[in-house]
C-alpha cells in the first residue's frame, strides 16, 4: 500500500498530510506537480494550501499543472484520490468533482474547528464511520462557500454524494454552523463513482490529540482498511 501526496507550488498541509498517513506506517511519499508518472500508488491526496498562491480562482492555475492529467487518469481507472481545502478546489476545477467553489459568504479567512456530520458511511474514505456520527476538524480557508445549481444539488443527494455536512455540536445543520454559506452546509462531496472525495475540513490537522483531536484518523483508517480488504466496496 503506497499513498502519494501532490505539491504544487504554494501546497503548505503536505507535510501534515505525510505525517499523518506515516502515523499508520503506510508508505508515502511526495509527487512533484511537474511529474507525470503516478505508478504504483494505491492512493493520491492533493493537499491544502494555495496553489499558485490562488492566483486568478483558488485551484484554477493548479488544474493545468502536468500531474492533474494522470490525477484525472488514475482517478477515471478507479483510483482512489482525496483532496483536501485546496485539493478539493482543484478536483472542481478539474471536473473530476461537480459544483465550484465561492468566496466565503461573509468574505473573511476562517481558521476555527467545525462539526461534520457523516451524511454516507458506505465509501472507501468514510467505512470506518458511522451513518450520522458527528466528527471535529478544523477549516481554514476563504473560498470554502461550495456552489452547485439545484438539479445537480438533487442528483449529488439522491446518489449519496453528500459525505460530510457542517452541523453543530448536536449534529443539526444550521445556518450558525455553516462556517462559509456552502449550499445545504455541503463540507464534502464524491464523484458519482465514489472514488474521488473532496472535503474542506482538514482530517489530516485531527490525527494527533497535541493537536486537539483524533477524529481526522477516521478517514485515513476508512481508506487504508478499504485497500487492505482488497478495494472490495460494502
Not at 492533493?46 to 484525472?72: H, K, N, Q, T, W
Not at 482543484?90 to 471536473?95: A, H, Q, T
Request: net charge negative.
Amino acid at each position: 500500500m503506497k499513498v502519494g501526496i501532490v505539491v504544487f507550488p504554494g501546497s503548505n498541509c503536505d507535510a501534515d498530510c505525510y505525517r499523518a498517513v506515516a502515523s499508520f506506517g503506510v508508505e508515502v511519499g511526495y509527487v512533484w506537480h511537474q511529474d507525470r508518472k503516478l505508478d504504483g500508488y494505491d492512493l493520491v491526496i492533493l493537499p491544502g494550501g494555495f496553489s499558485y498562491g490562488d492566483y486568478l480562482r483558488a485551484g484554477a492555475i493548479a488544474r493545468f499543472s502536468p500531474i492533474l492529467d494522470e490525477v484525472m487518469g488514475f482517478a477515471e481507472a478507479g483510483g482512489l484520490v482525496l483532496g483536501i481545502c485546496n485539493g478539493f478546489q482543484i478536483l472542481l476545477e478539474c471536473g473530476l468533482l461537480p459544483g465550484a467553489m465561492l468566496t466565503n459568504a461573509v468574505p473573511r479567512f476562517r481558521c476555527e474547528t467545525v462539526h461534520l456530520r457523516v451524511e454516507n458511511a458506505q465509501t472507501p474514505f468514510t467505512r470506518s464511520c458511522n451513518r450520522g456520527q458527528v466528527l471535529s476538524m478544523p477549516i481554514a480557508h476563504a473560498s470554502g462557500n461550495y456552489y452547485a445549481d439545484d438539479e445537480t444539488l438533487a442528483e449529488i443527494e439522491l446518489r449519496g454524494q453528500v459525505v460530510f455536512r457542517y452541523v453543530n455540536e448536536d449534529g443539526v445543520a444550521t445556518s450558525e454552523a455553516n462556517p462559509n454559506g456552502s449550499r445545504r452546509s455541503i463540507a464534502g462531496i464524491t464523484n458519482k463513482q465514489g472514488n474521488v472525495l473532496g472535503m474542506m475540513p482538514h482530517p489530516e490537522r485531527a490525527c494527533d490529540a497535541l493537536l486537539g483531536g483524533t477524529d481526522g484518523r477516521v478517514v485515513f483508517a476508512s481508506v487504508f482498511d478499504f485497500l487492505a480488504g482488497g478495494g472490495e466496496r460494502g
